[in-house]
């Protein structure tokens, strides 16, 4: 079963911006997804109106197979948000700000309490329990708001840049938690703009640009297409077409370059064997580089340069 299913999702604001422009995305159950995109992508709206914080213009949303629109109660039953920005109660012990929450799901107090301990001493809060939350770090304030969101036990949960802000030895060990949830059966979707974090946690991946998606995938074979190595060739022949090559695709940059996409396991010769044979003459070669991050920017500005 998907965890969620987005149909078609439109969201046009009252100032006429259209962030989302059809939004097709599937989340398998057990997944933990990353939803990559740069910003004003159209990563929040989204979040938003699954959360039922924002109207959407028009599409359907299902999260477990319930509709949004119909069965709204066990929507927000199966979810748990981290939004970005802190929106706590500063003043308020933090084991209050959880039991709070747990009350707004109709969890009873005597249930509440072994339950914020519980997930208190597994964030590694255990001993602030009876602090204010304005006497917690950035990191901490940010465990809380994870802790938070899990008290009514949701299946599927959501976290809006997770790490923004937090120090390298606080992620790690936050990381290192959401991959045991996730292992014990929650369905993960996080927002990122570190890619490292999206490559360490996440087994499938979308990218969003402008209001689309323009990658969905799997970690994996996002990762593999690293294996290989990008090139723009320079020509003196004028070049109307992309020249068709066997042993790589190719893609018209300009009348005189191309850009080709070789396994590094090729030997560099055969393209030049197969570029001889069309009597291309080459004239430069620049290499691209292609970590994760120039890739996704690759995607992103071809998407937007259609
Ligand atoms: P992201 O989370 O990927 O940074 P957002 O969903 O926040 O992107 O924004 C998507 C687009 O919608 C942007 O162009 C942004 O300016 C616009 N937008 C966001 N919120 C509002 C709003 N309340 N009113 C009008 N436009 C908005």
């Known amino acids: 079963m998907n965890a969620l299913s987005v149909k078609q999702l439109v969201k046009t604001y009252k100032n006429g911006v259209t962030a989302l422009k059809g939004i097709d995305l599937d ?13 004003g992508a159209g990563k929040s709206t989204l979040i938003s109106i699954l959360c039922s914080l924002l109207n959407k213009t028009s599409g359907q949303i299902s999260v477990f197979g319930h509709d949004l629109d119909n069965d709204n109660t066990r929507v927000k039953q199966s979810l748990g948000l981290v939004p970005q920005e802190f929106n706590f ?3 308020e012990p933090i084991i209050e700000i959880l039991v709070n929450q747990a009350g707004f799901y109709g969890i009873n107090r005597a249930t509440a309490f072994p339950r914020a301990h519980e997930l208190l001493e ?3 809060l255990g001993a602030k329990k009876q602090d204010s939350a304005r006497q917690l ?5 940010r465990r809380l708001m994870i802790a938070r969101a899990l008290m009514h036990q949701p299946k599927l949960l959501v976290l809006d840049e997770p790490t923004a802000g937090v120090d390298i030895e606080i992620r790690h060990s936050l990381w290192q938690y959401l991959t045991e949830l996730n292992n014990s059966g929650t369905t993960i979707i996080l927002t990122t703009h570190y890619l490292e974090e999206a490559e360490q946690l996440c087994r499938n991946i979308g990218i969003i640009s402008e209001g689309k998606v323009i990658e969905n995938t799997s ?6 297409s690293l294996k290989k190595e990008c090139f723009i060739i320079e020509t003196s022949n004028p070049l109307s077409a992309p020249p068709s090559l066997s042993i790589a ?4 940059v300009d009348e005189h370059s191309f850009y080709v996409e070789l396994e590094k396991s090729r030997p560099l010769n055969t393209l030049f064997e197969e570029l001889s044979k069309l009597q291309i003459e080459v004239t430069g070669m620049r290499s691209k580089n292609n ?9 992103i500005n071809a998407d937007s340069a259609q």
């Open 27 to 39: 989340v398998e159950e057990g997944d933990f997804y990353a939803l990559l995109g740069a910003n």
């Open 122 to 124: 597994a964030l590694g």
């Open 219 to 224: 970690m994996k074979d996002l990762l593999s």
């Open 291 to 299: 970590r994760l991050e120039e890739l996704f920017i690759n995607r």
């Open 89 to 91: 109660n500063i003043f």
């Open 137 to 141: 770090s950035g990191g901490m304030k």
């Open 249 to 252: 695709p190719t893609k018209l």
